[in-house]
């Protein structure tokens, strides 16, 4: 990944880096790097203790002191305009003052095979927190660039408890600022057994497996418990519309099926403009696991 990143043609960018209690020779790769470049800076603050992903990450945003930033968070290989072209984006969409942030799409890439597997691994898309609430995820962490006034609500995140960066950063986006998707695939997201955030399955047997199985649910407790505690951090600065949302987010599993249904319905809610999608999920899956 380091090489793609030296090999961007938008030179100026700075890499923050900390180790996350590797046990291998991920440190000294790094010292390496960071001699014969002085762009690549590693973090020596609780060096080598394990603070998880999502953790990691938040903590990186605060050392950045740049109009705009990127996670680089997977093992992936990133095409030599992915950081141009993002920059072009975010100076079309962005506005002065309002947090933004702005995401890009790639290809799944078997480590094994050495081939692309899968066409897309961006394929849902929010425009409104309405459709986003239900997501189980954010957006991928190595495909989004943010904006300062976004770093800077992230790096002085408020909840309690979180679960991934990439959610947590989408999910202020989406509640104070605005979200943009640019519709070009600029990376390859490596797929591997040692996957962090896990591999993406998207075959006519994986996706039926995940409708049909016993175990499949509407809301995952890790994400909704994040949203949760979002909202009991930030409830008296959200507005009234947004409050509403997150209300009746945090009320759906506590209900029946038909009062989901309706609540679904009233509140508008939806995956990423999927209306259908979100119903059907709820009559066929339990609501919460």
């Not at 996350?20 to 800076?41: M, Q, V, W």
């Not at 950081?83 to 799409?105: A, G, N, Q, R, W």
């Not at 509640?175 to 070009?184: A, S």
């Not at 409830?235 to 987010?249: C, G, M, P, Q, R």
Request: net charge positive; charged share 25%; glycine share 6%.
């Amino acid at each position: 990944q380091i090489l793609s990143l030296q090999q961007q043609t938008h030179k100026n960018w700075i890499l923050y880096i900390r180790d996350d209690g590797s046990t291998d020779s991920t440190l000294e790769i790094l010292e390496n790097f960071s001699k014969s470049d002085n762009r690549i800076k590693i973090i020596k603050d609780d060096l080598g203790s394990n603070l998880g992903a999502g953790k990691n990450f938040i903590a990186l945003t605060k050392y950045s002191l740049s109009e705009y930033v990127i996670f680089c968070d997977q093992d992936d290989i990133w095409f030599e305009k992915k950081l141009e072209l993002l920059l072009k984006f975010m100076l079309e969409k962005s506005k002065k003052y309002i947090p933004t942030l702005v995401y890009c799409d790639g290809y799944g890439y078997s480590e094994n095979e050495g081939i692309i597997t899968i066409p897309s691994i961006s394929t849902n898309h929010a425009k409104n927190l309405n459709e986003f609430l239900f997501f189980n995820a954010g957006y991928q962490g190595c495909s989004m660039m943010f904006n300062k006034e976004l770093n800077s609500l992230c790096s002085d995140y408020k909840a309690d408890y979180f679960y991934m960066h990439d959610s947590v950063l989408a999910l202020l986006a989406h509640t104070f600022g605005e979200v943009y998707f640019l519709p070009k695939k600029l990376m390859l997201y490596r797929q591997h057994s040692k996957n962090v955030t896990g591999n993406i399955d998207i075959t006519i047997l994986g996706y039926l497996k995940r409708v049909l199985s016993t175990k499949s649910f509407v809301l995952s407790k890790k994400h909704y418990d994040e949203k949760l505690s979002f909202y009991e951090a930030y409830k008296d600065v959200i507005d009234d519309k947004n409050k509403k949302l997150f209300e009746s987010y945090i009320e759906f599993p506590k209900l029946n099926l038909v009062s989901r249904l309706l609540l679904l319905i009233k509140n508008n809610f939806s995956l990423g403009g999927n209306k259908l999608g979100l119903i059907v999920k709820t009559i066929l899956r339990r609501p919460i696991q």
